[in-house]
């Protein structure tokens, strides 16, 4: 749907957007922004586990870019990450998965309302840095695969796919 998707081999079922194109305002009030990224960036689903239902969300956040003028610019992701961040505080299931392409690392202040609540799972049980992005020479981990009520056991950067990022996998137990 949109920029993102998920294929599962277990069933799921109560899949729904996710609105991210949220401004948080200082008082905590929202209103949708950011005409730019009018088309779905963000889903949650549920997947049926033998080990009971696992709230999975899947999101490709904005861009990190860089202006000669004014410097990098993080507006939009950043408000993407807030209200992905509020979406998850929200969910009422103790078993999450967030996968995407977060478009920052985790280090990034910008991502504390997810970081405060999912754990990484390559930090938690990678093989070595699992740089993503650019494809063709990584240096940083963009793509992230983040957990809460599960428990990494492994996680790593796939092969080159032709994207100009390296996707990411990781091996979850209850």
Do not use: C
């Amino acid at each position: 749907k949109g920029t993102v998707g998920l294929w599962s081999k277990l069933p799921l079922s109560d899949t729904q957007p996710v609105d991210i194109k949220q401004d948080v305002g200082p008082l905590g009030d929202t209103k949708p922004v950011d005409i730019k990224m009018a088309y779905n960036r963000a889903l949650r689903t549920t997947a049926a586990t033998d080990q009971g239902p696992l709230a999975v969300y899947v999101a490709h956040l904005g861009s990190a870019r860089v202006n000669a003028r004014a410097g990098f610019w993080t507006d939009s992701r950043d408000r993407n990450a807030q209200a992905l961040g509020k979406a998850i505080a929200a969910e009422q299931n103790e078993r999450v998965v967030l996968l995407g392409d977060l478009n920052g690392t985790m280090d990034d202040r910008a991502f504390a309302d997810i970081t405060s609540q999912l754990r990484s799972a390559q930090d938690a049980a990678g093989d070595g840095f699992g740089f993503t992005w650019p494809a063709k020479f990584p240096v940083v981990r963009i793509d992230q695969i983040l957990v809460r009520g599960v428990k990494p056991e492994s996680s790593w950067s796939l092969p080159a796919t032709g994207s100009d990022h390296l996707p990411v996998a990781a091996e979850i137990s209850w």
